[in-house]
């Protein structure tokens, strides 16, 4: 798999990642969801020059311009809930992209083990098309795999993308042994570590909770 690191160099992302992670600035969830999706509009404009694209042209008030457009079909997949503001971020760049949308949910057994649970997928094909997976938190390994495992029979990407806000060392690691060799990771921040819990430290928290308030557990 190859890794995308986009806190590697100095930008303006900086400033979203640490809105997200300021536990002050988390209690207005407009900003969170917006400073997600902002992420994501970063992620998918660095994902966009790795694509393919075709010489056309336009006409405008003056003359004709040469362009370039993209020319592969893509696929967003959001991992419900937490995954749809970073799904609103990529798809505002990649306006004319199919939608998939797919419930991936910890479900606990005790207070410190839980297991992935999918119930709900709707889903365009896949075939030979760039699929993008967004889910805001890579922790565990988790989500990632159990949604790819569950999108098989929707057909074979040409790409695989997985896009995400922050990650844990672990979790990178699992789902570059798990997924296609030539997939890719685009990611803002990489930290060091999990809880017993299975949270990225220091992370930034529930990601869903913070977008859309607390839930009761089941």
Known sequence: ??????????SIA????????DINVQKDMLRFRRNVERVG?????????TLEYKKDTVETPIGKADVFIPTEEIVICSILRAG????????????????????????????????????????????????????????????FVTVFEAL???????????????GAKPGIKFVSD????????????IDEHLNEKGYIVPGLGDAGDLSFGPKLQH
Not at 152 to 166: R, Y
Not at 178 to 189: F, K, Q, T, V
């Open 152 to 166: 098989k029979p929707m057909g074979t990407p040409k790409e695989i993308h997985l896009v995400s806000v922050i």
């Open 1 to 10: 798999m190859q890794i995308h690191h986009l806190l590697q160099s100095r």
């Open 41 to 49: 509009e970063i992620l998918a404009y660095e994902l966009s020059k």
């Open 84 to 143: 749809l503001p970073l799904h609103n971020g990529i798809l505002g760049y990649f306006d004319t992209a199919e939608n998939t949308f797919i419930s991936a949910y910890r479900h606990h057994t005790s207070d410190n083990e839980f297991e992935i649970k999918v119930e709900y997928l709707a889903s365009p094909s896949l075939e030979n098309k760039i699929l993008i997976l967004a889910d805001p938190m890579l922790a565990t390994y988790g989500s």
């Open 14 to 21: 900086e400033k979203f990642i640490a809105e997200l992670r």
């Open 178 to 189: 798990n997924l296609p060799e030539r997939s890719h990771l685009w990611i803002a921040a």
